[in-house]
């Protein structure tokens, strides 16, 4: 389960505005700050964004299951020579670091209302797509692939709260 929250916060982080990835800024998120929540089966996501600022923006999510919060991730959206990097540290319900203790995706393509990232590193997850379906909705699809080499895939659909 945690892997599946893992790859909804890093999908919706992700969400840039459909131009090439060398055109790309962070600031092209502004839309983007604020607060939004999912809901996938009896969990809950929160995400805060903030404003962008010299081309870096920073995300900070829970996840709460059962009463708990059991999942926490902190982002930093940046750009980089060769385009916009996605840093994401992971943390248990209890602030300790979790596995993958981070992750880097890179955006390899952008178009209209749909972005699809990429980690060349591992597998947790492999790529992801964000569909922009309004100003205060968004869906988010990722493909996951375990140690074990079985794939599987979470869905989920996001709100702005604020």
């Known amino acids: 389960m945690k892997?599946?929250?893992?790859?909804?916060?890093?999908?919706?982080?992700l969400?840039?505005?459909?131009?090439a990835q060398d055109k790309t800024k962070v600031s092209d998120l502004a839309w983007m700050a604020g607060d939004w929540s999912a809901t996938v089966g009896a969990n809950t996501a929160d995400r805060s964004c903030s404003e962008p600022v010299g081309e870096s923006m920073m995300c900070m999510m829970r996840v709460i299951a059962d009463g708990k919060v059991v999942w926490?991730?902190?982002?930093?959206?940046?750009?980089?020579a060769d385009g916009v990097v996605l840093d994401t540290r992971f943390f248990s319900g209890d602030a300790?670091?979790?596995?993958?203790?981070?992750?880097?995706?890179?955006?390899?393509h952008a178009t209209g209302s749909v972005w699809t990232f990429e980690n060349p590193n591992g597998t947790q997850p492999k790529s992801e797509t964000i569909t922009r379906d309004g100003p205060r909705a968004m869906s988010a699809h990722a493909d996951l692939i375990d140690s074990h080499g079985k794939a599987?895939?979470?869905?989920s659909k996001w709100q702005r709260v604020h």
């Open 72 to 80: 926490l991730e902190f982002s930093v959206l940046r750009a980089m």
């Open 15 to 19: 969400a840039i505005p459909g131009i």
């Open 3 to 13: 892997r599946a929250w893992q790859a909804l916060v890093l999908v919706f982080v």
């Open 96 to 108: 300790q670091p979790a596995q993958p203790i981070s992750n880097e995706l890179r955006l390899k």
């Open 152 to 155: 599987s895939s979470i869905d």
